[in-house]
């Protein structure tokens, strides 16, 4: 028997939209919808938390949502997931995991970061995990989402060097990847990465 993942059927718009998040309005484009939800892209740096509140203004409509999901199409271009809020289950929007971050290079690694401001020489402003902040060319910005950038610390050899840098301490070889990954992301019991490895 044949079933279907998805119960509702998702209506291919493509057309530009605001994002409101935190009271600041994003320009980005409405890829698709149904009743229960959306796809958005053009918003490749924005560091997205599981259960993000979102509002979306398209035409003469205003829905509110929450950020469900986070991948790459193959044109290498970040696309949110989003479901009203009105279909969300409140028991989980509250979750220690995030579905999006910034990194950038430190010694051959990517170490996380948070993109705080622009600065007018168009340069980001960012901070880092110990709170040190200062500015770098956005170019120097490398975006993952959470099955990326497991990947890339599966392939990875400097996991000890990153631990050290990130201050963790006393953690067993065989457990580190998984540290290190929580650290940056939040608990893996909130994240699909490691079972959409096994699906590869």
Same mark, same amino acid.
Not at 73 to 102: F, P, S, V, W, Y
Not at 113 to 136: A, E, H, N, T
């Given at each position: $028997?044949?079933? %279907?993942r998805r119960k509702f059927h998702r209506i291919p718009v493509d057309e530009k939209c605001i994002a409101k998040i935190d009271g600041v309005d994003l320009e980005c484009t409405l890829l698709d919808q149904s009743i229960t939800g959306a796809k958005?892209?053009?918003l490749?740096?924005?560091?997205?938390?599981?259960?993000?509140?979102?509002?979306i203004h398209y035409d003469d409509e205003v829905f509110d949502a929450v950020i469900r999901g986070v991948t790459r199409n193959d044109k290498q271009e970040m696309l949110i997931g989003i479901e009203r809020a009105e279909n969300a289950d409140r028991e989980t929007l509250?979750?220690?995991? $995030?579905?999006? %971050?910034?990194?950038?290079?430190?010694?051959?690694n990517l170490m996380v970061c948070i993109p705080i401001s622009v600065d007018p020489d168009k340069r980001v402003r960012i901070?880092?995990?110990?709170?040190?902040?200062?500015?770098i060319n956005f170019s120097a910005l490398?975006?993952?989402n959470r099955r990326e950038r497991y990947q890339s610390l599966l392939k990875g050899s400097n996991l000890s060097m990153i631990a050290d840098l990130y201050g963790i301490k006393d953690v067993p070889m065989s457990q580190l990847l998984d540290t290190i990954f929580e650290f940056e992301f939040g608990q893996l019991s909130n994240c699909t990465a490691k079972a959409a490895l096994s699906s590869i």
């Amino acid at each position: $028997m044949i079933t %279907n993942r998805r119960k509702f059927h998702r209506i291919p718009v493509d057309e530009k939209c605001i994002a409101k998040i935190d009271g600041v309005d994003l320009e980005c484009t409405l890829l698709d919808q149904s009743i229960t939800g959306a796809k958005i892209a053009g918003l490749d740096f924005l560091v997205v938390p599981y259960g993000k509140p979102v509002s979306i203004h398209y035409d003469d409509e205003v829905f509110d949502a929450v950020i469900r999901g986070v991948t790459r199409n193959d044109k290498q271009e970040m696309l949110i997931g989003i479901e009203r809020a009105e279909n969300a289950d409140r028991e989980t929007l509250d979750q220690d995991a $995030m579905l999006l %971050n910034c990194f950038i290079r430190h010694e051959g690694n990517l170490m996380v970061c948070i993109p705080i401001s622009v600065d007018p020489d168009k340069r980001v402003r960012i901070q880092l995990w110990d709170g040190m902040q200062f500015p770098i060319n956005f170019s120097a910005l490398v975006t993952m989402n959470r099955r990326e950038r497991y990947q890339s610390l599966l392939k990875g050899s400097n996991l000890s060097m990153i631990a050290d840098l990130y201050g963790i301490k006393d953690v067993p070889m065989s457990q580190l990847l998984d540290t290190i990954f929580e650290f940056e992301f939040g608990q893996l019991s909130n994240c699909t990465a490691k079972a959409a490895l096994s699906s590869i």
